[in-house]
């Protein structure tokens, strides 16, 4: 992403059409929505869960720089993965809120 350019962070190489990491969904799609469905059961308000998916999104590609070892695929995500890794953190957060209230 540009910002990071500009500010001289360290990033992973970029993915390319077809990887992980590149595409609105990908096989961490369901990992996010799962991180989502954790922050409604331990309680968290969904400013919060939504607080928590974007700074990690925002830390996760200079991360990959420093740790690779650590993720799957240590490409960049673009911006449209992001995106979706967010949505799918608070759509787990709100289908969750929605079974909790009919119990």
Request: aromatic share 14%.
């Amino acid at each position: 992403m540009r910002l990071f350019r500009n500010l001289k962070i360290p990033m992973p190489p970029p993915s390319k059409p077809g990887q992980i990491n590149h595409e609105l969904l990908d096989r961490f799609t369901l990992a996010h929505f799962g991180i989502g469905v954790g922050y409604a059961l331990l309680g968290a308000p969904f400013w919060l869960a939504l607080l928590l998916a974007i700074l990690w999104e925002l830390v996760e590609n200079p991360f990959k720089v420093y740790a690779s070892f650590l993720f799957p695929n240590a490409t960049a995500d673009t911006l449209r993965n992001s995106l979706g890794d967010t949505v799918a953190v608070c759509a787990g957060w709100l289908l969750m809120q929605q079974i909790h209230s009919y119990f």
